[in-house]
C-alpha cells in the first residue's frame, strides 16, 4: 500500500466542482470594507468574521504600518527567547482589563490557543466535557491530550447546549480526577449563546473549571463587547476565557484570560507558547487600536444588533425559518451539500457573497448557508441581501 493513494483518490473537492458550483476558495483582487471585488465580480461581504470591519479601519491600519515600521515583519522568536515586544504586554494587560481578569496571555492564531489552553491543563488524571457542536479546534486539542494522556472515557462530548446532559456526565466522572468543561461561548454556525448560567451551577457543584472559546462573543455582546461571559453578568464565573484577534478585532492572534497564576502556568507549560515564534507587531498594534476603537464607540455593537435584527425580520417576512439571536450570525440551514452549493452561487450571481457550512464544520442534515455581518454595513447593504434572497427564493431552496 502506497502512503499517497488516499491523495490520488480524494475527490470530495474535484466531485463539487463536477456536478455545481464551487463554493470555496474565492479570490479576493480588493477589499473595500462591506463591498469585495471577488474572482472579478463586486459582491455584498456578507460572510466575514471581521464584525467591526476593524480589517479595513484606517486608524488601524495606521497603527499597523507604524509598529511595522518601528519593529520589522515579524519577530523570528518565541515569546520566552527574542520574541517578546512591549507591543505583547501592553495588548495582555489592556485585554485583561477589558475581559476583568488578571492576566492575558497571546498565541498566534485563535486555533492555536485553545491547544494552548488545554493541552497544558488536561493530564491523565483529568476529564475534559466537550460540547459535542464545540469548534473544530477544540475536539482537535482534546484529542491531541488524548494521544498523549488520555483514554477515551477523558474526553466526554455531551449533548449540544444540553446542561442537563452535561449535569449527568459530570456527576458519574471520578471524584478524585480533575474536570474541565469546554465549551464555545457562541456557536460559530448557529450563532447560538451557550447556556452559562445553568453550566456554572452544574460545575461549582462537582468542582469542574469551566472555559469559554468566545471568538464569535468577544466584541459582539456583554459590556462592551466583553463577551458572553459579561453577557450573562457572570465575569467572575469562567475561569478561563479563550479569544481570537481575528474576528471582533480585525486582526490574527489569540489570546486566554484568566487568573495571574494560571497565565504563569501556560506561559510556561504550554508548547503552543512556547514553540512558535510570537505574534508580528503589526498585528498585535492592530488588535490594540481595535480595541480602542470598540471601547471609545461602544454604538457600533448596537448598530450590528440593529442591522442583524432587520435581515433577521426580512428574511423572516420572504419566509425563510431564520432562528432568533444576539449575534450577527445568521443560519440558513438546507440541509443538504448540493442545495447549499447552489444556493451560494445563486446569491453570488446576486452580489451577496455567504458563507457555506457542510460536514465536518456541521453535522449531516445541519448543512447552511451562513450569513453575518459587520457594523460597518450599512442599511442599503442589508436590502442588497434581501434582494438577492428575495430574488432566489423559488429558484433554489427547500425548507
Ligand atoms: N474558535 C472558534 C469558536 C472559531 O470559530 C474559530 C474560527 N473559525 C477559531 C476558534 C479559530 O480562530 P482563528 O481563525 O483566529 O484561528
Not at 492555536?112 to 477544540?138: C, E, M, Y
Not at 461602544?298 to 442591522?307: C, G, H, N, T, V
Request: with cysteine.
Amino acid at each position: 500500500m502506497d502512503l499517497f493513494d488516499k491523495v490520488k483518490t480524494y475527490s470530495r473537492a474535484k466531485d463539487i466542482l463536477r456536478n455545481s458550483v464551487f463554493p470555496f476558495h474565492p479570490t479576493i483582487e480588493e477589499n473595500n470594507g462591506p463591498l469585495v471585488k471577488m474572482d472579478g465580480k463586486t459582491v455584498v461581504m456578507a460572510g466575514s468574521s471581521d464584525y467591526h470591519g476593524f480589517s479595513q479601519n484606517n486608524r488601524v491600519k495606521e497603527a499597523a504600518i507604524q509598529a511595522l515600521s518601528k519593529y520589522g515583519i515579524g519577530n523570528n522568536g518565541s515569546r520566552l527567547h527574542n520574541g517578546t515586544l512591549d507591543l505583547h504586554l501592553e495588548l495582555e494587560e489592556k485585554l485583561a482589563k477589558f475581559l476583568g481578569k488578571e492576566a492575558v496571555i497571546t498565541f498566534n492564531t485563535g486555533y492555536q490557543t485553545n491547544q494552548g489552553a488545554i493541552v497544558p491543563l488536561i493530564g491523565k488524571n483529568d476529564v475534559i466535557f466537550s460540547d459535542r457542536d464545540n469548534h473544530n479546534s477544540i475536539v482537535q486539542a482534546a484529542l491531541i491530550s488524548r494521544g498523549t494522556f488520555l483514554n477515551k472515557d477523558q474526553i466526554i462530548r455531551y449533548r449540544h447546549n444540553d446542561m442537563n446532559h452535561l449535569d449527568q456526565c459530570l456527576k458519574k466522572a471520578p471524584d478524585d480526577h480533575g474536570k474541565l468543561i469546554v465549551s464555545d461561548g457562541v456557536f460559530s454556525m448557529s450563532g447560538t449563546v451557550v447556556d452559562l448560567p445553568n453550566m456554572v451551577e452544574s460545575a461549582r457543584k462537582t468542582n469542574a473549571k469551566i472555559m469559554l472559546d468566545d471568538a464569535h462573543g468577544i466584541g459582539v455582546i456583554g459590556n462592551n463587547g466583553a463577551g458572553t461571559a459579561s453577557y450573562y453578568g457572570l465575569d467572575n464565573e469562567v475561569d478561563i476565557i479563550v479569544g481570537t484577534l481575528s474576528k471582533g478585532f480585525g486582526s490574527f492572534g489569540g489570546f486566554i484570560a484568566g487568573s495571574k497564576e494560571l497565565i504563569h502556568y501556560l506561559t510556561y507549560t504550554s508548547s503552543a507558547y512556547i514553540f512558535s515564534a510570537s505574534l508580528p507587531s503589526a498585528n498585535v498594534a492592530a488588535a490594540m487600536t481595535a480595541l480602542d476603537i470598540l471601547l471609545e464607540e461602544p454604538e457600533r455593537i448596537d448598530k450590528i444588533q440593529a442591522l442583524t435584527q432587520t435581515l433577521r425580520d426580512g428574511l423572516r417576512s420572504l419566509g425563510y425559518n431564520v432562528p432568533d439571536g444576539v449575534v450577527p450570525i445568521i443560519p440558513i440551514i438546507l440541509g443538504d451539500d448540493m442545495q447549499v452549493f447552489k444556493t451560494w452561487g445563486e446569491l453570488m450571481e446576486h452580489g451577496v457573497y455567504t458563507n457555506v457550512a457542510v460536514s465536518p464544520a456541521v453535522p449531516e442534515g445541519q448543512q447552511m448557508i451562513r450569513i453575518r455581518l459587520m457594523s460597518t454595513h450599512e442599511e442599503e447593504h442589508i436590502d442588497q441581501i434581501l434582494n438577492a434572497f428575495s430574488n432566489i427564493k423559488n429558484q433554489v431552496l427547500v425548507y
